[in-house]
Structures are given as C-alpha cells and as structure tokens.
C-alpha cells in the first residue's frame, strides 16, 4: 500500500497541516460526496453515487492505492484519481472544492499523481480536461502535459433513422454476440482514448456488435454497450470501401433495431471519418474534451 505523502507543515496560526491521504483509506461514500461537492460549480456536471463510482473504478483501473485525496485538518479540499494500466496511466475525477481553489490543492494532488507514475516506471500519463476549462489546462500545461487531440461527447435521441437520408441500397448485417464483438476489438484501426480502449469496453460488459456488407463491396463493423435504457461505448471501423457510406448502413441498422433506445458516447475523434455521416443520422455534439499527454520516458 501506498504511504501517505508528507504533509506541509503549518504556519504560525495553527492553520491545519494540508496532507495527501491514499483514497484507500476512505470510504466509497465517502469519495462520492468529496467528488461531489468538488463539481457542484463544474462545466458539466457529472454527479456520481456510490454504484456509479464502484463501476467507475472496475471499469476503468482505478488504483485507489495511488489515488489521493487532499485535506486541512478533518477537512477534505478536494481529490483525484489514477487509472493504472501496462505501460501508462490516466488521471481522473481530479476535483476541488470551490471555497478552497487556487490554493495549490490541486497542483499538490498533480504532483502526487505524476509521482506514482514515475515509482511505477510507465512511459507516459494522459488524461481529459473539458475544453474551456482554462484553469485545468493552465494547470495541466504547467506540469508538462501537451495536447494530443479533441474528443466529443455525442448523444442521438431515440428514434428510427430519419427518411431524408440516403442509405446504401441492398446491405446486408449480421448481428454479433458479446465474445465475438470482444475479438472485433483486437482488430481495432483507431487509436482509442482510456476510456474507450479495449479493456475499458470489456470491463463494462453488455458488448454486441453489427457487421454490415454493403452491394458495393464496401464492409465494416460496429461494437458497441447495449443496456435496458441506453447504447453506448460506439467503435466503428470501415475494412473496404468508402467509411461514409459504410457508416450509414451501419448506424442505420443500429437504430433500425434499437429505436426507442437513447444513446451517448464518449471521447470521438473529432476527425474520425465516420462522424459526418452520424451526424447526417441524428448525432449531435454535446462538448468537447482536449486530450493531454505527459511523456516519462
């Protein structure tokens, strides 16, 4: 188990001491209303509870080990946490509490993070920031992260595929199992994000995929989360042919079966070359994250 960090002396008024405790030594409870309080002022809000937050850490390889949340005294300022997977690690759900930034909570919890990934000798840490969010970014470019790239979060309301748009004529699908839209993965072109790499989509379970041929010789196949209310976790890829019409037809026979489910998924490439033809199908932008990189060896 991770030590505790040391914690910063006090000053002459007695301030409390501010020190790094491991998240392991708390609660989940505990956790998910430190995070929550963290974002009640945040660009987009994202509320957490106590199953959202254990799937949280499952889905996405949080060490809480090397976690940490930052404290005065009893009181909690704020946290952050490390994703830990071979070769690289990701940080996420780093948050302050309003009243107590701009204090270096947050660069205290930063350093803390680079930190343990250095003890774990990976090659790189990334992470996401919301775009606007300068204070972050600030943050973040300080400490040596650069820019990789954009990434959308997209939502398409429920409903069959809209009539105006011209699908390829006479394609042909195949619907797919779980395990078998688990090997299309190994396949994958595209270069992923943490939260959309392989192990992530395994990890949160309900895979099906779509393989679709079009009369053209085009083909492709799409992966993706089914659950009772909501499609998600999408990773399109085109084997032949044009990727756009390749797309309608695949997107077409997702709502086609699935009309009354809403969907959203996370961290596209903003120059995926499928996007316009989502687009033409209902896809909308809902906001964009940068993608930052710190390169450790």
Known sequence: MTP??????????????????????????????????????????????????????????????????????????????LGVRPGHTWVTRLGIIPTQ??????????????????????????????????????????????EIRELMVIRRPPATPPDDVTIPPCYTVQNLSHRQAAALLGQRQSVPSWLTENRSLVNAGNLAALRVELESGGRGWLVYQKTIFQLGRLVLQTEVGDPHQVCLALIHALHTHNPALDTKSENLPVQDPHWPAMQELGYLESFRRIEMRLDLS
Do not use: W
């Not at 969010?133 to 400490?143: C, D, E, G, Y």
């Open 101 to 146: 930034r701009r204090c270096g909570a947050g660069q205290m919890l930063m350093e803390q993070l680079i930190a343990q990934s250095r003890r774990l000798k990976v090659s790189y840490v990334t992470l996401d920031v919301i775009q606007n969010n300068k204070p972050a970014h600030r943050l973040f470019s300080k400490l040596g992260f650069h």
């Open 4 to 81: 505790p960090a040391p914690a910063i002396a006090p000053p002459a008024d007695d301030t409390p001491a501010i020190d790094l405790v491991p998240a392991s030594q708390f609660t989940i409870e505990e956790l998910v209303a430190a995070y929550n309080q963290t974002r009640v002022d945040y660009i987009v809000p994202m509320p957490m509870n106590t199953a959202r937050l254990r799937e949280y850490v499952r889905n996405y390889d949080i060490d809480l080990d090397r976690s940490f949340v930052v404290r005065a005294g009893d009181q909690i300022l704020g946290l952050a946490m």
